[in-house]
């Protein structure tokens, strides 16, 4: 047996039909209350602590160059004939130095000589005499200065000297000794 169904058919199609109006948006439901926050667990046990690293290998030996420097900067006097130590200054390194000083010297009146010297303890590396023609109290001090380069064998001690010549008193200030290794 064998079906057969006709199928109708349709005529155009017909505009298409007004959008209808939109439903109202429900409300929104309450929030609900927050929870209370739970307790803080107990700390943990500490670590140990762990092994200390190994030691770094030493450093290439420096270059040896530094600077040195004493001074006295106060007034000091004297009336003995033998050599007094203003500041002294020791030079701890081998090497090769240039040094500088500096010192004001004047006696207690015009005409009263003042001796001096850059002492290495065996050595004098700068010395001679100063006649104060304006004395201490007319403010007549003689300001002196020098600079050497020396070879420095064994740790040596520089210190700057004064003592008077004939009478009087000699008064130093202001002693200063800068040393630089130059290598």
Do not use: C
């Not at 190994?54 to 007034?75: M, V």
């Not at 030079?91 to 001096?116: H, M, R």
């Not at 201490?136 to 520089?158: E, F, M, Q, R, S």
Request: net charge negative; proline share 3%.
């Amino acid at each position: 047996m064998k079906y057969h169904r006709e199928v109708p058919s349709f005529g155009p199609q017909g505009p298409q039909g007004d959008q209808g109006n939109r439903g109202f948006q429900g409300n929104q439901g309450f929030q609900g209350d927050d929870g209370n926050q739970g307790d803080q667990g107990d700390q943990g046990d500490q670590g140990n602590q762990g092994n200390q690293g190994n030691q770094g290998d030493q450093g290439d030996q420096g270059d040896g160059l530094a600077s040195y420097y004493a001074y006295s900067e106060g007034e000091s006097s004297t009336t003995a004939e033998t050599f007094q130590d203003k500041v002294s200054l020791t030079l701890p390194l081998v090497g090769n130095y240039e040094v500088f000083w500096s010192y004001e010297l004047v006696g207690s009146a015009g005409g009263y000589d003042a001796v001096y010297r850059v002492w290495d303890g065996s050595n004098e590396i700068n010395g001679g005499r100063v006649n104060t023609n304006v004395g201490y109290n007319a403010n007549g001090w003689d300001p002196l200065t020098g600079l050497k380069y020396l070879t420095i064998a064994v740790p040596t001690t520089i210190t700057i000297q004064w003592r008077r010549q004939n009478s009087g008193i000699i008064y130093i200030r202001r002693a200063r000794i800068l040393a630089n290794k130059l290598s």
